[in-house]
Each structure stands twice: as structure tokens, then as C-alpha cells.
């Protein structure tokens, strides 16, 4: 049973807009959140990530200015946004949702240091 369900995927043209959003059972309320993305025959790559207090992002520089993640710690659901500006053909990608286990302070960065898993949702960006 997936416990991190993504969504707000689609084809849109370069310079578009795109909000990703990901849903959590509220136990994931003091974990760290990060989303990734792979593209075909590419290996999966670190996109953002959040602190589970909020306070604390981190982004590769491929999206940096451009995309931004944000979290909502909800009592039953933990909902964790991840919005797309300014989008390139080379944004086109799987993009999935990570969690890790609670109480872990920093920000990750590697896709080793994440223990939860979404499905993926698509991002098809045209020129």
C-alpha cells in the first residue's frame, strides 16, 4: 500500500507552470520530505527537499529560482507541495515523492537517505 500519493502532474509547454502536490499519512508529520525525478535512461536525481519543521529547504541548482517546496503538517495528513515555474523541456521527467524517518534534522539530498516512496507522476514539458 502506498503511503505517499502524488499528483498535479501533466504536458505543458516551457515557460508553463505546475504545481506537484504529495499526500502523507500524518505520522509522516516530523519527517523530512524531498522530491526527485528520473527521466528516461537518466538515473534518479535530487530535485528539493524540505526539514520536517519546514524551516529548512534545500534545491539542486538545475531548479534553483525556479521551483519551490513547501509542506502542511495537518493532524491526519501531511501535504507536501512542490511548485514549478518557468519550465524547460528538460524538467521533463518522473517526478517522485520521498519521505524520511521521523526526527531526522537536516535536509537530504541523496535518495539513499530516504526511506519512503511514491509512484511518480509525469511532467512533460514541450518546447
Known amino acids: 500500500q502506498a503511503q505517499l500519493e502524488e499528483s498535479g502532474g501533466g504536458l505543458v509547454q516551457a515557460g508553463d507552470s505546475l504545481r506537484l502536490s504529495c499526500v502523507a499519512p500524518?505520522?509522516?508529520?516530523?519527517?523530512?520530505m524531498g522530491w526527485f525525478r528520473q527521466a528516461p535512461g537518466k538515473e534518479r536525481e535530487f530535485v528539493a527537499g524540505?526539514?520536517?519543521?519546514?524551516?529548512?529547504?534545500?534545491?539542486a541548482d538545475s531548479v534553483k529560482d525556479r521551483f519551490t517546496i513547501s509542506r502542511h503538517n495537518a493532524l491526519n495528513t501531511v501535504t507536501v507541495y512542490l511548485q514549478m515555474n518557468n519550465l524547460k523541456p528538460e524538467d521533463t521527467s518522473v517526478y517522485y515523492c520521498a519521505a524520511r524517518v521521523p526526527m531526522r534534522p537536516t535536509v537530504a539530498t541523496r535518495d539513499s537517505e530516504y526511506d519512503y516512496w511514491g509512484q511518480g507522476t509525469q511532467v512533460t514539458v514541450s518546447s
Open positions: 500524518g505520522n509522516f508529520g516530523t519527517s523530512g
Open positions: 524540505i526539514s520536517w519543521t519546514g524551516s529548512s529547504t534545500d534545491y
